[in-house]
């Protein structure tokens, strides 16, 4: 009997965490400044997601610096009670190697809710490159080398990264003088001025400009061109440019703090799966280059969300271990 009491006021905690939840403003914490690709991935995301919690208050906090680990670290550390999530990219799985000395360990201090999507990279110039094409552009940089230089929008951000594996793949990476940023959007706007000659960045940041003419592009970072993008298909992938196997794709994916009540954590994913499969949310990231998770993508779930980032973070280090930059 007294077993029968303890598992049935078990199962009266767990119906109140789903019935309480949520009980204030959820606030999405993204680890970058405020106008970047990750930030509008967040932004829309909140929209989608909130309809699917009982409309509720969702806000973002830009909580930028360190590559993104600030911001992590303020989540991890956060109460696990379902009102303070992580958006944020590849970099959960690149920090650990970028940063030797962590103050969270990715794969124990978080509860994985699911991937948002796939960015792909663009190589884009300054408006005044003599180059035209992908081809003329590395004729261009190996011709200058030591006179250019790369934006990035901070270490371990989804631009470094790019930049860093661009260059460790055509064998540049001593060629130019690379520029750390604090966020894209200070990137971007100096590689629109000018003031810096090249940078590697996502689409959601970068497919506007292209479009208006303020930037160059030269290819896509995914192993086949984007064929169905209005914009983007006319660029070629890198792997066509010659460079074997280099298929790069910036995905993005929710977090939780590690101990967050397993029933908060299935309303969260349902909440997040069932943004996933809204026309509007798919529609918007599609105009700005990014491809949805689909239902079907294992990523989607916890289980097969932490596995991918496990294997994620296997493949990076031996990119970063390679070419010795670190970020401490």
């Known amino acids: 009997m007294k077993a029968l009491v303890v598992l049935s006021l078990a ?3 767990v119906t109140a965490h789903a019935q309480s939840f949520p009980s204030k403003p959820i606030t999405i914490v993204v680890p970058f400044a405020a106008g970047g690709p990750t930030d509008t991935v967040a932004r829309q995301l909140a929209e989608s997601m909130r309809k699917h919690l009982g409309n509720a208050t969702i806000v973002v906090d830009n909580a930028a610096g360190a590559g993104g680990t600030i911001g992590a670290n303020k989540v991890a550390r956060a109460a696990p009670d379902g009102h303070t999530l992580l958006v944020w990219h590849i970099g959960m799985a690149a920090t650990p190697a970028l940063y030797r000395k962590l103050p969270y360990k ?8 699911g991937v948002i999507n796939d960015v792909p990279m663009t190589l884009v110039g300054k408006p005044q490159l003599p ?3 992908y081809r003329d552009f590395e004729n261009y940089i190996r011709a200058n080398q030591g006179k250019l230089n790369l934006g990035h929008a901070g270490l371990g951000s989804a631009s470094h990264l790019c930049g860093l594996m661009w260059q460790y793949a055509v064998k540049l990476d001593k060629s ?7 966020g894209t959007a200070p990137a971007m706007n100096d590689l629109i001025g000018g003031t810096i000659d090249v ?3 996502q689409t959601t940041n970068t497919t506007q400009q292209i479009e208006a003419g303020r930037i160059k592009a030269f290819a896509v970072t995914t192993a086949k061109p984007l064929s169905d993008h209005p914009i983007l298909k006319h660029y070629p992938s890198l792997q066509e440019m010659g460079l074997k196997d280099f298929n790069l794709t910036i995905w993005h994916a929710m977090y939780a703090p590690k101990g967050t009540p397993a029933p908060v954590l299935k309303q969260l994913n349902d909440a997040l799966r069932a ?3 809204d026309p509007e949310f798919q529609q918007r990231q599609k105009a700005l ?23 994620e973070i296997t493949k ?4 970063v271990d390679a070419a010795g930059q670190y970020a401490d």
Not at 295 to 302: F, N, Q
Not at 316 to 319: G, P, T, Y
Request: hydrophobic share 45%; with cysteine; net charge negative.
């Open 131 to 133: 180059a035209n094409t």
């Open 199 to 201: 940078m590697c960045d």
């Open 316 to 319: 990076i280090k031996a990119v």
């Open 11 to 13: 199962a009266v905690a």
């Open 106 to 113: 990715p794969l124990e201090d978080f509860e994985y809710l």
């Open 176 to 182: 130019m003088t690379t520029i750390a940023y604090r």
């Open 275 to 277: 943004a996933l499969a």
């Open 289 to 311: 280059g990014a491809i949805v998770a689909s239902p079907t993508d294992k990523r989607t779930t916890p289980d097969g969300h932490k596995a991918f980032v496990a294997s």
